[in-house]
């Protein structure tokens, strides 16, 4: 299994501008500087002023936005896939739009075969619009959709089948509740198709449906990963709470866990699932505590143990602490592998 992070920052992190110079035109620039240091003399080409050099690369210079991706991550296995035969890719939860942070590792929607929604929070569940449409329209998503559709329109097919087969749709998990509301949350935007009269969400997914306290398999390989959902509290809202779908997959002596968005050890029953762990992703709050996220104080209060087997994301700023205290910050486009015995 190769855990790639697509984003790991939170819901409303920001990026900035920043001046940047044009790769091109500064290898055109020093093209010339180095014509121009054939016929100076070297100590005259050295005396310029960087004032008089930065005049010239004045019209390479362009204001360019640094963007910070909401936490996603990509999970790729040596397995068959709907998209491509020999890799299965799964996205655990799908931020805002995550058109951009798949294109930074060179993917699109449509190459993904499975999604993962944990909670129905906009940084969760808000790109689930965008993925439905872009492949329910994209007639190559899979070789077989291209075949059976040929020149048909789309809406033209579901008017007479009502819905394509699920080897040409990608998957939809995650626990029936949040798949529920994920749909609820979206369907104003997906229930118009062209001429289609009844519009559900297996119209766009094929909806897997997770439960509480069940395994399931995904191979890797020659081998397989068993994973399963662990329930945690994320936010209690007066007398209710909204529950986190956190992830653990094992294989031999790998215990890999995503909580996903959650309250440190909520209930406190959880703490043995990341006790029991080989590698925790946490999400991490720094500057402002919202109280619905492990804050990194909080974080470094925690026996060694735990700490070096957590990798923080969801983080504003990247967090600080000492050398060697966190297995690591993660970056966007980081990649782990996980070796299957």
């Keep these: 299994m190769r855990v790639t992070a697509l984003g790991v920052n939170s819901a409303f992190a920001k990026g900035q501008y920043a001046e940047m110079y044009s790769a091109d035109a500064i290898r055109q620039w020093v093209e010339r500087l180095c014509q121009s240091d054939k016929s100076e003399s070297r100590s005259n080409v050295a005396s310029r002023k960087a004032e008089a050099i930065l005049a010239e690369l004045e019209p390479a210079l362009s204001r360019t936005y640094q963007p910070r991706w909401q ?4 999970l790729e296995f040596d397995a068959p896939g709907k998209v491509r035969g020999d890799i299965f890719r799964l996205v655990i939860d799908c931020g805002g739009d995550i058109r951009h942070s798949l294109a930074g590792v060179g993917l699109s929607m449509a190459d993904i075969d499975a999604w993962y929604i944990s909670h129905p929070h906009n940084d969760h569940i808000g790109g689930i ?7 329910l329209f994209f007639p190559g998503y899979t070789r077989a959709k291209a075949a059976l559709l040929g020149q048909t329109p789309i809406s033209s097919y579901l008017c007479e089948h009502g819905s394509l087969p699920a080897t040409m749709k990608p998957d939809l998990m995650g626990h029936v509740s949040v798949l529920d509301e994920s749909w609820e ?3 104003p935007g997906l229930r118009t198709i062209q001429g289609v009269e ?8 094929e909806p897997r449906n997770m439960k509480s306290n069940k395994n399931y398999s995904m191979p890797d390989g020659g081998s397989s990963w068993k994973y399963y959902t662990i329930v945690t509290t994320h936010v209690v809202a007066g007398r209710d709470l909204m529950p986190s779908y956190g992830l653990m997959f094992e294989n031999g002596a790998h215990r890999v866990y995503f909580p996903t968005d959650t309250q440190l050890f909520m209930p406190p029953q959880v703490r043995h699932f990341y006790d029991q762990a080989s590698v925790v992703y946490m999400d991490c709050e720094t500057g402002f505590a919202s109280g619905v996220h492990p804050h990194i104080s909080g974080l470094r209060e925690l026996p060694d143990s735990l700490k070096q087997k957590m990798w923080l994301y969801h983080y504003d700023e990247e967090p600080e602490y000492n050398s060697g205290e966190f297995a690591g910050t993660l970056l966007a486009g980081d990649t782990h592998e996980y070796s299957v015995s």
């Design 71 to 74: 936490s996603n991550f990509l």
């Design 129 to 135: 619009e965008g993925i439905a449409l872009s492949t």
């Design 185 to 187: 949350a979206a369907n």
């Design 198 to 205: 009844e519009v559900r969400l297996d119209t766009y997914f």
